[in-house]
């Protein structure tokens, strides 16, 4: 699905035949629906209690899926591994299945590792994992895994380098290759992993729990067939993937026909501090949407490009907000065309850099959402905060032991046709959370000296956004460490939607002897210096305002001043005083 002059985009993935679902009654297809759910749910469980990284075991970095055997569509998801990351996967699936094709084809007990984004999409850190499934000798799905490790290499400890101007400067570059081959794990490949790291142990621990996580999988998948038979289970499948796109046509064609457009724009891309925009325009014509990405800005020098894999993903999770409903398989994206202009920032062609991806998807789904606004007020909220603000302190401890803290930071998400946003959630690119202070704290030798919301930061509006977040952290290690930070949305605000006001700016601040500094680049900046007891201030956006300020009863401005969630006046500036009659 794509138009002429531009980038190739969604693939036909419409191989399973809808009729596969004759003969299945709707309580066994809800109920295959379920177990097959519960296989992903598992995998995701079992990875993220064996994991040795936070950002896995933590965060929940890290995602499962079942796949195509085929073409390497998503046919099932697990609720909690991240949705960015299941669409991507349908790439780096199709990228083994060509590459095994090459090899002789798949074996039972073959598994392929990769990381390289632009085949499989996102960035470096996410590691990816892929097995084929057998059953009585013939190919009948593929299970993979994908989580983000704590450090592949690179540049710059945990691989967000905001300097970056190739893939080679963010982290090493593993293109698909053979792992465990039947069995048997290669011994070589993993020496060559774990030799490009700075944390080998956590490498390994992070590779066995994936490891451990598809053969949970294969026994379920053999568990769930013994049970019901491959027939049936392959024509629930089918059955679950054209229901979907049936659906997603029955939603668009509720939807007035027209075209809707929105732009916002990048800070810059860690280069040149230059802004660069991301542009949509939004179409339905009967049951059928497109999404026209035409106008966004070229490739750049800096790590903020994303390969077409990722911007494919992005419009599945961005339509899955707007459509909460619908089931989660690639059925969904039938009806959907999308046009990503050639050589842009969306479609980035390697070895272009794309550590910072997360910023950019976060800016496709705010446009996205800018523009559903206008089409479908009543299902869209404002722009959440936008940028996952990756914070990286590294350092080495006095016995010479090297020690990565990366983390991500919440922040507001935006306000809603029902309410207000939600006060410091994580971002709405995924189901991941943010590591908990006392983690962080017993992990590394910091001090948490604020972590609080921050006054003032939601956008107003008739239903507020969620409030962002400050978050202070001390350097306790008498060898000092080095801070690399990579975050967005510190000059552009998150906007709100249809009416509502903008939130605030994200800020951060680094404390050097002489004081308080920012960065050149507003939101990125590497290589930061700091002594024992010197500190960064981070300083996250607030969520977007749902509908015009002067809607907001009164009664709950008076309510946000006495909870401390803005000033009086704060409250003045957005709201006009009549709020003061009810403090």
């Excluded at 960015?84 to 349908?90: E, K, P």
């Excluded at 892929?130 to 540049?155: I, K, M, Q, T």
Aim: glycine share 12%.
């Amino acid at each position: 699905m794509s138009n002429a002059g531009t980038a190739q985009t969604v693939p036909d993935t419409g191989a399973q035949d809808p009729a596969g679902d004759r003969g299945i009654d709707p309580i066994t297809l809800a109920i295959l629906a379920g177990r097959m759910e519960q296989i992903a749910d598992e995998m995701d469980a079992t990875l993220f209690r064996s994991a040795f990284n936070p950002i896995i075991a933590e965060a929940h970095d890290a995602s499962h899926g079942i796949y195509h055997p085929q073409t390497g569509e998503t046919m099932v998801q697990g609720k909690n591994g991240l949705p960015i990351f299941v669409g991507v996967m349908a790439f780096a699936v199709k990228a083994v299945i060509d590459k095994a094709a090459e090899q002789g084809g798949p074996k039972d007990g073959d598994v392929w590792i990769f990381n390289d984004a632009h085949i499989g999409g996102t960035h470096l850190s996410d590691m990816r994992l892929v097995r084929p499934y057998f059953r009585n000798g013939e190919l009948f799905c593929w299970l993979a895994s994908v989580g983000h490790w704590h450090d592949v290499g690179g540049a710059v400890p945990g691989n967000y380098n905001p300097a970056a101007t190739e893939v080679f400067q963010e982290a090493v570059v593993l293109p698909p290759v053979k792992f465990v081959s039947e069995g048997e794990l290669r011994t070589d490949i993993l020496d060559i992993i774990l030799r490009n790291t700075r944390l080998p142990q956590s490498a390994e621990g992070d590779v066995n729990g994936q490891l451990g996580a598809l053969d949970l999988g294969i026994k379920r998948m053999d568990a769930l067939l013994d049970e019901y038979g491959g027939a049936t289970v392959t024509g629930a499948l089918a059955a679950l993937s054209a229901r979907a796109e049936t659906l997603m046509r029955k939603e668009v064609d509720a939807l007035p026909d027209g075209r809707w457009e929105a732009e916002d724009f990048l800070d810059n891309d860690g280069i040149t501090d230059a802004p660069l925009p991301i542009r949509v325009a939004l179409e339905i014509r009967g049951d059928r949407l497109s999404l026209d990405f035409t106008g966004s800005a070229p490739q750049v020098a800096g790590p903020i490009n994303i390969a077409l894999p990722t911007s494919i993903a992005c419009v599945y999770v961005a339509i899955k907000h707007i459509f909460p409903a619908l089931p989660a398989n690639a059925g969904v994206m039938r009806p959907i065309d999308i046009t990503v202009p050639e050589h842009s920032l969306l479609s980035a062609e390697f070895p272009a850099p794309t550590g910072g991806y997360t910023e950019t998807i976060l800016r496709m789904i705010d446009v996205i959402f800018s523009a559903a606004s206008q089409a479908a007020p009543d299902r869209v909220v404002a722009n959440a905060y936008g940028t996952i603000n990756a914070l990286s302190i590294a350092g080495r401890k006095s016995n010479g032991q090297r020690w990565v803290m990366f983390s991500f930071y919440g922040g507001g998400h935006g306000g809603t046709p029902e309410g207000n946003g939600l006060n410091h959630g994580s971002a709405p690119i995924s189901m991941a959370t943010i590591p908990p202070v006392e983690i962080l704290e017993a992990a590394y030798p910091v001090a948490f000296r604020q972590w609080a919301l921050r006054e003032g930061s939601a956008g107003p509006g008739m239903h507020r956004g969620g409030l962002g977040a400050v978050y202070e952290i001390e350097v306790l290690e008498e060898n000092g460490a080095e801070a690399f930070f990579f975050g967005e949305r510190g000059k552009f605000p998150p906007k709100g939607v249809n009416g509502g006001g903008d939130a605030a700016v994200n800020r951060f601040d680094y404390e050097q002897d002489d004081g308080w500094h920012q960065p050149p680049m507003t939101s990125k900046m590497r290589g930061i210096t700091l002594r024992q007891g010197q500190k960064v201030r981070l300083q996250s956006p607030g969520g977007g305002g749902y509908g015009p300020a002067a809607d907001r009863p009164a009664p709950e401005v008076a309510r946000d001043v006495a909870l401390g969630y803005l000033s009086a006046e704060q409250a003045d500036q957005q709201y006009g005083t009549a709020w003061r009659k009810n403090a």
